[in-house]
């Protein structure tokens, strides 16, 4: 399916879900990287003919989450009154980010990263997860915990595109695809589409589902692997950013109820939990393995089976699955009580940005 297929299915699920009709959307942001529809084109096959707010953001799964912000903001102004945010990409099946049948991208850096051998993800990624072991201890089995229990999730999750138990052995004997990341710890390409609608709170309390707010939005720096002043990459530009996010959300790290992490490789779960301050630093892996990050735990996170397992729309997706779990109704597990959700897109590296938000349940 063309991702114009996917972004108007997503979109007209979502619209419909929240009791309204597209004539209502006035406004349409997205985030991609050259890999998916425009907003102008998606406004036009929606019919809506007078967009008030369109916004393409560049930007992988590092803004994905400030697609939320950009929507609170045109409504917080004035500019519009309803705002979809989504994501459509069939990087399964036509796109494959890193793969050999792509042009190779017109970044200036790229010429640098090509005679190192970074040029996928697995491959960049490798240098953040070695960085973060070393400094951390976390070992090979402590990147398959948080493999493991995210498959726990997805088991129970009808979305997911892998759904069959996952155990150390198995995850101990995929192979590399990257030295230190093995097969289950790489996200799922995925052909995909998801859409969240945005409006006013007033208005949201009159509509069909149970509204869900959003306390604060931020975006922050991060890492480059060609330049920049950061050489720590055993810590992303999160842990900077986190201290603004709780501050804007009102909240602390400790009444986060359920967190959904972007979790393209296994150790940036370990490293968000501690960046934002959800683990002591160094002690992720410990959290993990005590079982406090599946659900029935102190902070369960990526209650759908995250990237790993439910599949990898760049971060929309976890939105998505905070707000059903603060409406109180998961297609899968549901954390009972929960009235806090942490929402983060990737933490930085690569890209140089990232973005997070806290939701909360009326």
């Known amino acids: 399916m063309s991702t114009l297929s996917l972004a108007l299915q997503a979109i007209a699920a979502a619209v419909a879900d929240a009791g309204l009709t597209l004539s209502d959307v006035d406004g349409l942001v997205t985030h991609s990287v050259g890999d998916s529809v425009p907003a102008a084109a998606v406004a036009h096959s929606l019919g809506v003919d007078d967009p008030h707010f369109l916004l393409d953001i560049t930007g992988g799964g590092s ?13 917080a102004t004035g500019q ?49 997860a070695s960085a973060y072991m070393s400094r951390s201890g976390a070992v ?15 088991e129970h999750n009808p979305r997911a595109m892998m759904r069959e138990p ?10 590399f695809i990257s030295e230190p990341l093995r097969l289950f710890d790489c996200c799922l390409e995925t052909d995909a589409g998801v859409a969240v609608v945005v409006t006013s709170a007033e ?54 109820d359920v967190a959904e992490l972007y979790d393209a490789f296994t150790p940036l779960v370990l490293m968000q939990l501690e960046d934002y301050g959800l683990a002591r630093r160094g002690e992720a892996a410990e959290l993990v393995s005590s079982g406090a990050t599946a659900v029935g735990g102190s902070i369960p996170v990526n209650t759908h089976g995250g990237h790993l397992s439910e599949g990898y729309a760049h971060g929309l997706n976890h939105v998505a699955e905070a707000v059903d779990q603060l409406r109180g109704r998961a297609a899968g597990l549901q ?28």
């Open 63 to 75: 803004m994905s989450v400030a697609t939320l912000g950009a929507a609170a903001m045109a409504i």
């Open 335 to 362: 954390v009972e009580g929960a009235q806090t959700a942490l929402c983060t897109g990737q933490p930085g590296y690569v890209s140089g940005v990232t973005s997070a938000a806290i939701l909360r349940a009326a």
């Open 140 to 154: 090979a089995e402590d990147l398959g915990r948080v493999a493991i229990t995210q498959r726990g999730h997805a």
């Open 80 to 128: 519009a009154e309803t705002v979809v945010c989504w994501r459509s990409l069939n990087a399964r099946s036509e796109f494959r980010m890193g793969g050999t049948g792509r042009s190779a991208p017109t970044l200036v850096e790229f010429q640098y990263q090509v005679p190192y051998g970074l040029i996928a993800p697995p491959q960049q990624y490798a240098i953040v």
């Open 166 to 175: 996952l155990d150390m052995d198995t995850y101990l004997g995929s192979r």
């Open 203 to 256: 208005r949201a309390g009159d509509l069909r589902q149970p509204p869900v707010l959003i306390s604060g939005v931020t975006t922050g720096g991060g890492h480059s692997l060609f330049s920049g002043s950061r050489t720590d990459y055993s810590t992303s530009a999160a842990a900077e950013m986190a201290p603004r996010l709780y501050s804007a959300a009102g909240v602390g790290a400790d009444e986060i």
